[in-house]
């Protein structure tokens, strides 16, 4: 059972304009560890709700500037005061004013006259159901936090999976690919150096196979080096490793 901690009693505002019979529930209350404060008007118990929300409103039906069920519909319209339980205390004992009062959002009745004990109760019911909403909605919210960490944590795994396999396609790529690809280098750069024995039309489809062959190595390399899973959308719902570093100012490295 969830009771009030000692180190931080429960507020009640109780709201009744008969000094008598609010001075009996502020004593009864009091002498059982609540914080109780009184206001004898639904004018005066609006304005201390909205100034320090309680932990639990008693309201009298009958007050001299209205219908304590005002006040319980008002504070239930408001979604900032709706989690307030709200009992209401009143002479009138018909089925039909207890049924408008629990239909209007009140958490409790009490019919007058009462004994303590069963307000005493009635108090503590009302307060152990706003204190499991409490620890549930504090316990979503934990749930909530560790999710987004699980989450971010699974991202970083993802990608740190995606650059051990990048960087293993790169191993392979370089043994595979860097042999062959010297060799083609080389014997471009061969040929290109004796470029004046070349005809033009088979210099300019050489250069264009050197140029090409310098790109595949500059791939090649960037795969080998690469430390971040960047990823650019290479068509429309198809991504790729983003291979091009940006430069400080924004750019890409290599873009023109």
């Known amino acids: 059972m969830i009771i009030p901690d000692p180190a931080l009693p429960a507020r009640i505002l109780l709201v009744e304009d008969d000094p008598v019979q609010a001075a009996i529930i502020r004593d009864l209350l009091q002498a059982h560890g609540y914080l109780t404060s009184v206001k004898g008007t639904l004018a005066e118990a609006t304005g201390a709700v909205r100034a320090e929300t309680p932990d639990l409103l008693l309201v009298d039906r009958i007050l001299p500037d209205g219908d304590g069920i ?34 209007t959002g009140a958490d409790d009745y009490i019919p007058k006259p009462f004994f303590p004990e069963e307000l005493l109760a009635r108090v503590h019911g009302c307060l152990r159901t706003l204190y499991l909403q409490r620890e549930l909605r504090l316990k979503a919210e934990e ?92 068509i429309q719902g198809v991504t790729m490793t983003d291979l091009l570093p940006e430069k400080p100012d924004g750019t890409k490295e290599g873009a023109a």
């Open 70 to 103: 005002a006040l319980c519909r008002n504070l239930k319209a408001d979604p900032a005061m709706q989690e307030i339980p709200i009992i209401l205390i009143t002479a009138r004992d018909r089925v039909e004013d207890r049924v408008e009062g629990i239909l």
């Open 143 to 234: 749930l909530e936090a560790k999710n987004r960490v699980l989450l971010a944590t699974q991202a970083r795994l993802v990608r740190s999976e995606r650059l051990a396999a990048i960087g293993e396609i790169g191993l392979a790529i370089r043994h595979e690919i860097n042999n062959p690809l010297g060799t083609i280098l080389g014997f471009a750069d061969l040929l290109l150096s004796q470029a004046e024995a070349i005809p033009q039309d088979v210099l300019r489809k050489l250069e264009a196979i050197h140029r090409a062959s310098l790109r595949i190595r500059d791939v090649v390399r960037k795969l080998e080096g690469l430390h971040e899973d960047r990823t650019v959308e290479y």
